[in-house]
């Protein structure tokens, strides 16, 4: 089975910074594909970023270039640095770790955007 943590989330003004971080536990997390999917209420669930066991990265059109992910096979932890937040990247933050198909999910970080 495997567990996800999350935790740096908060209040921050427009224009400014976080940095979420993911730690997981569980047997074979070398071979999962981890990331962060965002959820507001009332819209699905969407991908934020992900990346593989390979390294390979995907970003989400309205992050690129804002958003950075990391990934430490070695402490089974993922990061997402977060610059240059906008209002509409206010949402509940989850993280993700998928294979085949199914995915283990954390209990999400709230993340608002505000001044």
């Known amino acids: 089975q495997v567990q996800l943590v999350e935790s740096g989330g908060g209040l921050v003004q427009p224009g400014g910074s976080l940095r979420l971080s993911c730690v997981a536990s569980?047997?074979?997390?070398?071979?999962?594909?981890l990331g962060w999917f965002r959820q507001v209420p009332g819209k699905q669930r969407e991908v934020v970023a992900e990346?593989?066991?390979?390294?390979?990265?995907y970003y989400a059109d309205f992050v690129k270039g804002r958003f950075t992910l990391s990934r430490d096979n070695a402490k089974n932890t993922v990061h997402l640095q977060m610059n240059r937040l906008k209002p509409e990247d206010t949402a509940v933050y989850y993280c993700?770790?998928?294979?085949?198909?199914?995915?283990?999910w954390g209990q999400g970080t709230q993340v608002t955007v505000a001044s």
């Open positions: 990346i593989t066991s390979q390294g390979s990265q």
């Open positions: 569980g047997s074979g997390l070398s071979r999962y594909t």
């Open positions: 993700d770790a998928g294979i085949d198909n199914y995915h283990y």
